[in-house]
């Protein structure tokens, strides 16, 4: 089994940037890929982005391109998601699943991902 631990989280002023950063532990060579997932008050749990734990290739959400940059780093089993300038006045919990194997054709975001995290919050203040 592998755990995920989502942390970098706080009180952001909108317009601001912040780094979110996903660790794993335990069995990491089970992780194929990490993805983002983002979910603000009374909405539906919102894709943001994906990574590929090996390789390093990544999958970003329209609305997140431009703005959003994921990056790895496999010795300290961490994934990043840099938030950068001008971002929504929107409050969530960001979550970083992973998938332990191969997902086919599927597009990120649109299959079931094997672990969860508890979340880190970021509160956007205006």
């Known amino acids: 089994q592998v755990q995920l631990v989502e942390s970098g989280g706080g009180l952001v002023q909108a317009g601001g940037s912040l780094r979110l950063s996903c660790t794993a532990s335990?069995?990491?060579?089970?992780?194929?890929?990490i993805a983002w997932f983002r979910q603000a008050p009374g909405k539906e749990r919102e894709f943001v982005a994906q990574?590929?734990?090996?390789?390093?290739?990544?999958y970003y959400a329209d609305s997140v391109k431009g703005r959003f940059t994921l990056s790895r780093d496999n010795a300290k089993n961490t994934v990043y998601l840099q938030m950068s300038s001008l971002q929504p006045q929107v409050t969530a919990v960001y979550y970083c699943?992973?998938?332990?194997?191969?997902?086919?054709?599927?597009?990120?975001?649109?299959?079931?991902?094997?672990?969860w995290g508890q979340g880190t919050q970021v509160p956007v203040s205006s």
């Open positions: 699943p992973a998938d332990s194997r191969w997902r086919g054709g599927a597009v990120p975001g649109t299959h079931p991902y094997d672990y």
């Open positions: 335990l069995d990491t060579f089970t992780i194929y890929a």
């Open positions: 990574i590929s734990w090996s390789g390093g290739g990544t």
